[in-house]
């Protein structure tokens, strides 16, 4: 008969039984009771113990478990070969462990390329960068993203601004300096921006418009611009110069544009570059040259403080390489036709026009070692003028 002032028994509490290897570091074969939380803590933080006893019932358990791992197993390789291309594509965008370059973080996380695609990329194509690293890329993606509106009027205005500075009796002489004081602190600039982050944030804000997404990490166009129009002004003679301008200008943004609208219907020249593009380049610069040297010279005329030998195509044309005509001293009697081997009036201005956008659709298709095509064309668009001037030029 038990009285009120007995003590309560203990309550059972049911744990997991011990495991071979516990007992063994148990004294006395005593262990005190665990609860629910702490068994399932020791779960997740210890590794499974081996099993140093088995039985006949544990093998047939193991083998009813085998067969319902292999059935989940089976369904998680199913719902994983689905996810296996969006694994793949991710590959290609990096991964966590990848160095982030300093710009404008983009959505998904990463702030530009890694190392191993840039190069690849530029050899894909010139057109824009689909990463959103620049933010208004992202709210204009027709605008600014896709046609790069803002960046093409700019690129056009320098032609318009170039013959204007050529009406007025502006030497080039006197642009090159104003050219190097621009370049100089641009290029400082962007120099700096690649060196902090909250600068380049700063930068892209500014002037993110004219920018394309690939020059988020990379050296601005506009220092490569600057630099091609100052060695075309600085080293040829001044028609050739404004006219290297020009086919920058011009024949560029038509290579561009039409490349993008009608590239994908014709041929491939090569990567990024399309024959519609090309066909642009060309009859752009042939209208260029019409409009340069069988309209603008005739109308402004020359300038006293012109340079000698500052207009290469003085309206004739020889037949024959000069070279050549000096090596066989042939000396025309005659020089009003083309039976003198000389071609003057709208034929010789014809034939320089064609070549004038022959020279510009090979500068815009040529790639020279990934050089940006900004300082390229200027540079090989005067170098073929000079030479085919030189050559057969009077």
Same mark, same amino acid.
């Given at each position: 008969m038990s009285s009120q002032n007995d003590v309560p028994a203990t309550p059972r509490v049911i744990s997991p039984s011990p495991t071979p290897s516990d007992k063994s570091n148990s ?115 027709? +605008?600014?993203? !896709?046609?790069? @509106? ?8 320098? /032609?318009? %601004?170039?013959?204007? $500075? ?94 993008? +609208?009608?590239? !994908?219907?014709? @041929? ?8 519609? /593009?090309? %066909?642009?380049?060309? $009859? ?20 006293p403080d012109d340079p000698e030998g500052a207009f290469m195509f003085t309206g004739s044309l020889n037949l024959f390489p000069n070279p050549i005509r000096n090596f066989l001293g ?65």
């Amino acid at each position: 008969m038990s009285s009120q002032n007995d003590v309560p028994a203990t309550p059972r509490v049911i744990s997991p039984s011990p495991t071979p290897s516990d007992k063994s570091n148990s004294r006395d074969g005593y262990f005190g009771p665990v609860t629910r939380s702490a068994s399932r803590r020791r779960r997740l933080t210890t590794p499974q113990p081996i099993s140093e006893e088995g039985n006949e019932d544990d093998k047939a358990a193991g083998s009813d478990s085998s067969s319902d791992h292999r059935s989940r197993a089976g369904l998680t390789r199913r719902r994983m070969s689905g996810r296996s291309k969006t694994k793949g594509s991710e590959k290609l965008t990096g991964s966590k462990s990848d160095p982030l370059i300093n710009g404008y973080l983009s959505p998904n996380g990463y702030l530009a390329m890694s190392n191993r695609l840039q190069s690849s990329w530029r050899d894909i194509s010139r057109s824009p960068s689909p990463l959103g690293l620049i933010p208004l890329h992202r709210h204009y993606r027709n +605008l600014i993203h !896709r046609h790069e @509106i803002p960046r093409k009027l700019l690129h056009v205005s320098i /032609g318009f %601004l170039t013959l204007e $500075l050529y009406r007025r009796g502006i030497q080039s002489f006197e642009i090159t300096p104003w050219l190097i004081s621009s370049l100089v602190p641009i290029a400082v600039i962007d120099v700096i921006r690649h060196r902090y982050e909250k600068v380049n944030k700063i930068y892209i804000r500014c002037v993110g418009a004219l920018m394309r997404e690939t020059e988020v990490n990379t050296y601005n166009g506009v220092i490569w611009y600057l630099l091609g129009v100052y060695l075309v002004l600085q080293f040829f003679p001044k028609d050739v110069g404004v006219m290297g301008v020009l086919l920058l200008s011009w024949c560029d943004t038509a290579a561009s544009t039409f490349g993008r +609208l009608y590239g !994908r219907y014709t @041929i491939r020249l090569r990567q990024g570059k399309s024959l519609a /593009g090309t %066909l642009a380049a060309w $009859l752009t610069g042939v209208i260029t040259a019409v409009v340069f040297w069988g309209y603008v010279i005739p109308r402004v005329g020359t300038f006293p403080d012109d340079p000698e030998g500052a207009f290469m195509f003085t309206g004739s044309l020889n037949l024959f390489p000069n070279p050549i005509r000096n090596f066989l001293g042939w000396v025309p009697q005659n020089t009003s036709g083309a039976s003198s081997g000389i071609i003057t009036g709208s034929l010789a201005l014809g034939v320089m026009s064609v070549v004038s956008g022959i020279v510009a659709a090979g500068s815009e298709l040529i790639y020279f070692f990934g050089w940006d095509d900004n300082l390229t064309i200027p540079v090989f668009s005067g170098i073929g003028l000079w030479s085919f001037l030189k050559l057969f030029g009077r």
